[in-house]
């Protein structure tokens, strides 16, 4: 056990008095690897402290803070750059750009049907060809139609048949050998015989046709226009069951001067646009020009279906340059009252509209608002923000996003405080 110790304590007085060839050779070797790693450690700690003082040199920016309904900013914090603010200015006139689409003027348009069923043995017109009334389009050969000729012959020697009984009967008379009711009884045959060629005449006369039995229908134009549509074929059988809604017509002609506008109206702008109301429509086929429309009928009914209100307009198309089924934008204008900010510096909330007011700078507030119209630019506030105060009109999510942050974070810490009284009250 003291063998050791001595071997201890001779090491240590060679040591000090500093005699190499008194030292081990391993004792000499452990003293060099230690002064080695005592050099490695002294570079580790000098790369440590450069490393540190990086880190410190780019340290984040301190947090905006939550001081009632205000958050701040420190300054020249980087986000500060993201919220671009605008003022709020007065709302005096508002432009409104309502969907819109271009249909024929159904008050100069013909939609015509097959009156019998038949087949088409012959095209007269053509869609674009300009017609006149009684121009004929087409051609069909109709039984049908063969009847109604025939009936409209066989009436009109009804007639003749009973003019010359009745004019029989009066002779008979006037030498009394047949009694009153007799000739009243010939004189009411002819009245129903001339009745009924009347009316046989006038309904294949409606479609053009003689006292020849030819079964030759003719399909005419009754207005001057253009043939918009055509949609049969020759050698088509057609139907008169073949009509109605849903079912193309055989010719669509139409006086394109003037078209009607669609226009599918919000709630909000039902008060613009009551009939005798102008508008400008805009379409895609012509970059930067309005044409003149004035509203001509408004519907009393809501769509269920797109929560809108139909507005019927006219707009003049002498030139023929607009063509139906166009889709167009109708800008009206509407007198609005209140403050105009921009479409983005609104936020919402489940039900409740938000902007945000930068009070001072780095300094903003939430304030809630009610929109009186929401554009796709623009948003007039009936309530909520002066004309003059500052909003947040870009990332005004991120503005919002920031607040719920800094309140969740400065939860815990109000939190705290109480938590140690707590415990206090309880150790007493």
């Known amino acids: 056990m003291r063998r050791p110790m001595h071997n201890a304590f001779f090491f240590s007085i060679s040591a000090r008095s500093g005699s190499p060839a008194m030292i081990h050779p391993h004792r000499r070797a452990l003293r060099t690897a230690l002064a080695a790693a005592a050099c490695c450690a002294l570079l580790l700690a000098g790369c440590g402290g450069d490393a540190d003082s990086g880190k410190s040199a780019e340290a984040p920016p301190a947090a905006p803070i939550v001081q009632g309904r205000q958050l701040r900013f420190p300054p020249n914090h980087p986000q500060l750059a993201l919220l671009t603010t605008v003022p709020a200015t007065a709302a005096s006139g508002l432009t409104v750009e309502l969907p819109a689409r271009l249909v024929w003027n159904e008050e100069r348009t013909q939609r015509i049907y097959p009156p019998f069923g038949g087949r088409i043995t012959a095209i007269g017109a053509d869609?674009?060809?300009?017609?006149k009334p009684g121009t004929l389009l087409a051609?069909?050969?109709?039984?049908?139609?063969?009847?109604?000729?025939?009936?409209?012959?066989?009436?009109?020697?009804?007639?003749?048949?009973?003019?010359?009984?009745l004019q029989r009967q009066r002779e008979l008379f006037d030498a009394g050998i047949i009694a009153r009711k007799d000739l009243e009884q010939a004189e009411a045959d002819s009245a129903r015989a001339q009745a009924e060629a009347a009316r046989a005449a006038a309904r294949t006369s409606l479609y053009g046709a003689g006292s020849a039995v030819n079964q030759q229908l003719g399909i005419t134009?009754?207005?001057?226009?253009?043939?918009?549509?055509?949609?049969?074929?020759?050698?088509q059988e057609v139907r008169p069951d073949q009509s109605g809604?849903?079912?193309?017509?055989?010719?669509?002609?139409?006086?394109?001067?003037?078209?009607?506008v669609q226009?599918?109206?919000?709630?909000?702008?039902?008060?613009?646009?009551?009939?005798?109301?102008?508008?400008?429509?805009?379409?895609?086929?012509?970059?930067?020009?309005?044409?003149?429309?004035?509203?001509?009928?408004?519907?009393?009914?809501?769509?269920?279906?797109?929560?809108?209100?139909?507005?019927?307009?006219?707009?003049?198309?002498?030139?023929r340059r607009l063509k139906g089924e166009m889709l167009a934008t109708a800008q009206v204008k509407e007198a609005m009252q209140g403050t105009v900010v921009p479409a983005g510096a609104v936020t919402l909330d489940g039900t409740r509209h938000t902007v945000y007011v930068q009070t001072q700078p780095g300094v903003f507030e939430p304030r809630e608002v009610v929109p009186a119209h929401m554009g796709p630019a623009e948003v007039v506030l009936a309530r909520g923000l002066a004309v003059g105060e500052?909003?947040?009109?870009?990332?005004?999510?991120?503005?919002?996003?920031?607040?719920?942050?800094?309140?969740?974070?400065?939860?815990?810490?109000?939190?705290?405080?109480?938590?140690?009284?707590?415990?206090?009250?309880?150790?007493?």
């Open 127 to 131: 869609v674009g060809q300009s017609v």
């Open 139 to 165: 051609r069909i050969a109709s039984p049908d139609f063969g009847q109604a000729q025939a009936d409209t012959a066989k009436a009109q020697v009804d007639v003749g048949l009973s003019r010359k009984n």
């Open 221 to 235: 134009s009754g207005i001057a226009g253009v043939v918009v549509e055509r949609n049969l074929n020759p050698g």
């Open 245 to 260: 809604p849903g079912v193309p017509a055989l010719f669509v002609v139409t006086d394109p001067s003037s078209l009607w």
């Open 263 to 319: 226009i599918d109206a919000k709630e909000g702008d039902v008060a613009s646009l009551r009939p005798g109301a102008g508008f400008t429509l805009q379409v895609a086929a012509y970059p930067g020009e309005n044409f003149a429309g004035r509203v001509t009928a408004a519907a009393d009914f809501i769509d269920p279906n797109t929560r809108t209100i139909k507005i019927r307009g006219l707009v003049a198309n002498a030139d």
């Open 390 to 428: 500052q909003v947040v009109a870009q990332n005004a999510l991120l503005l919002a996003r920031l607040f719920t942050m800094a309140r969740e974070d400065a939860a815990p810490a109000t939190a705290q405080p109480a938590g140690r009284a707590t415990s206090g009250a309880a150790g007493k």
